[in-house]
C-alpha cells in the first residue's frame, strides 16, 4: 500500500487564523501549514537524484 500524497483536498474550517483541510483521497484532516511541510517533502523525494 503506497502513502497518499494528499494533492486533492478541501478547507473544512477556518479557526483563529488556522486553515483545517482533508484529503478527499484518504480523508486525514490536516492544519494546512501541515499539510504544506508533508506536501513539500513528497516532492523532494520525487525529485531524480544527482
Request: a negative charge.
Amino acid at each position: 500500500m503506497q502513502p497518499c500524497n494528499h494533492t486533492r483536498t478541501e478547507i473544512l474550517a477556518r479557526r483563529d487564523g488556522v486553515d483545517y483541510v482533508r484529503c478527499l483521497d484518504c480523508d486525514q484532516v490536516f492544519e494546512a501549514e501541515d499539510l504544506e511541510a508533508i506536501v513539500s517533502a513528497y516532492d523532494e523525494d520525487d525529485e531524480p537524484a544527482a
